[in-house]
């Protein structure tokens, strides 16, 4: 099956790093990625749609310079936390469905626990 | 009011026992999907459904377009099915609409 490869899953950093997060879809190619931020007993919070080829297109309150979105090709999106703060500490999990299909079910990442210092 | 709304919050069952979890939309949509969320936050995509009834194992989930009401049966539930379980709509794209997940504890 299709398999949705996110990396790295855990990461502690000081107050101040930017930290990169990718997604890879492994055996697909992926048009279209979605990266989303959940807090503890929260749902997923879509941040943002990842299109390869184009500019990120961003949910309404999520700075678009803090949180930089790079599609380059088919398979790999990556998400980078600028100048990170505590209060960016979260869980971000990216998803993907097959390019060209129309009704295709999602393929989510296993997810990137974030702490910052 | 949120556009999918799931039932109930919480849920603790005895092993073996059947379960129904409840997602209710209130938009147009495409598909409909269960997703199941472990501990670690993994989450797994068990159903994309439009009509009917699709059956896996030991799930089953259901959808009634008329009424927008989905439900999700878990049958001889076993507590390794203790997890999130996440009802989401997609529209004309592929852009998905949660609802706010039911945690179901199952004990041995």
């Known amino acids: 099956g299709a398999v949705v490869s996110q990396h790295p899953s855990r990461v502690i950093c000081k107050s101040g790093t930017s930290v990169k997060i990718e997604c890879r879809s492994l055996?697909?190619?992926?048009?279209?990625m979605f990266w989303y931020r959940q807090f503890p007993k929260q749902s997923l919070m879509l941040m943002a749609t990842s299109n390869e080829g184009s500019k990120a297109t961003y949910e309404q309150g999520v700075e678009k310079d803090k949180f930089l979105i790079n599609h380059a090709s088919l398979t790999l999106s990556t998400l980078t936390v600028t100048s990170a703060h505590p209060e960016d500490s979260s869980f971000y999990i990216c998803s993907a469905s097959v390019a060209g299909a129309s009704n295709q079910p999602q393929h989510f990442g296993d997810g990137t626990r974030l702490s910052i210092l | 009011k949120n556009e999918v709304e799931q039932s109930p919050q919480n849920l603790t069952a005895q092993e073996g026992e059947f379960i129904t979890i409840n997602c209710s939309y209130s938009v147009g949509i495409s598909a409909l999907h269960w997703l199941q969320q472990h501990p670690g936050g993994g989450i797994v995509s068990l159903f994309m459904l439009s009509s009917g009834k699709k059956k896996h194992g030991r799930l089953i989930a259901t959808i009634n377009i008329q009424e927008k009401h989905s439900s999700l049966h878990i049958t001889a539930s076993h507590p390794r099915d203790s997890a999130v379980y996440i009802c989401?709509?997609?529209?004309?794209?592929?852009?998905?609409?949660f609802g706010e997940g039911t945690q179901l504890t199952v004990n041995p």
């Open positions: 989401a709509v997609t529209g004309s794209g592929s852009r998905l609409t």
């Open positions: 055996d697909f190619q992926a048009t279209t």
